[in-house]
């Protein structure tokens, strides 16, 4: 049978947020929280203007590594937003094998899969600290029928998270596995950008095998082609750090040559390096952001 108990979140304390005298002032009994308009300043919507933002404050949760947000089965209350921190959505078989849905990261809304028959349908895991902001939904609902603006800027939330999960179908069903890592990257690179942290040079809080499960590829796949793009210089790795070299590349990419144009192609670079004084890619250190 499937567990539908939910890990116990951790409560946000002062010391772990920021610490303007405006979030201070949003303390309450330990806890944080945020008004309407930082909610939609999060979600990259714009906030009701005829809603009063600093009426409505949402509760912040803090959850540990490995902790489940929500299970399989549970009975769904509430919507959360990630402000912090990433997460994974699965789906778990009777014989408890994971299949990755999503892997969401600040700005993403969790939980939608419970409005229709009000348990959610997949399980939320903490892949990293994360603090959530919880969205009652029938709170959502009761100001939605009162402010018109709100429920359709809601609407428009689900909606993109919707086109979202087409997009990745559509990939899977296209792109051979190289293209699909390769677009994987891309996908990563660019919204760890929208955050303001480097595009190029990021850690993976997911394994290969996560990776592997989201992309309906096998472990080893994921990470012979990882190294195969190490191996052409399209990227660099050094366990879960990826430096993106050539992005124009991997958005375009089709195919990988074979392994001995690979060979080639890896023995020109080191050579014009070399001849230009540069270091070779084994000479270089990587950092995380």
Wanted: neutral net charge; charged residues 20%.
């Amino acid at each position: 049978m499937m567990s539908t108990q939910t890990s116990e979140p951790r409560t946000n304390s002062s010391s772990t947020m920021h610490s303007s005298p405006m979030e201070a002032g949003r303390q309450r009994q330990g806890r944080l929280w945020s008004n309407l308009k930082e909610v939609c300043d999060l979600l990259h919507i714009t906030a009701a203007v005829s809603v009063n933002t600093e009426e409505l404050l949402f509760q912040h949760v803090q959850f540990k590594t490995g902790q489940r947000v929500h299970t399989i089965g549970q009975a769904f209350d509430t919507l959360y937003i990630v402000n912090s921190g990433f997460l994974k959505t699965v789906l778990i078989d009777e014989f408890g094998n994971e299949q990755v849905l999503s892997f969401p990261m600040k700005g993403d809304m969790l939980g939608v899969d419970g409005i229709h028959t009000r348990h959610y349908a997949s399980e939320a895991v903490a892949l990293s600290d994360c603090d959530l902001i919880l969205l009652p939904f029938k709170k959502l609902t009761a100001l939605g029928r009162v402010h018109l603006e709100l429920e359709n800027v809601m609407y428009g939330v689900m909606s993109r998270e919707l086109v979202r999960e087409q997009a990745m179908i559509g990939m899977l069903g296209a792109l051979s596995a190289e293209a699909r890592v390769a677009r994987f990257l891309v996908s990563l690179a660019d919204r760890f950008a929208a955050m303001g942290y480097s595009s190029k040079l990021f850690n993976l809080r997911m394994t290969r095998h996560e990776i592997g499960s989201y992309l309906g590829l096998t472990l080893e796949t994921v990470s012979r082609t990882l190294s195969a793009f190490n191996e052409i210089g399209l990227i660099t790795v050094d366990q879960r750090t990826i430096g993106i070299k050539d992005a124009d590349a991997l958005k375009t990419l089709r195919r990988l040559p074979p392994s001995r144009s690979r060979a080639k192609q890896t023995s020109a670079a080191a050579k014009q390096k070399a001849e230009l004084g540069q270091p070779g890619d084994d000479q270089v250190l990587a950092t995380t952001i």
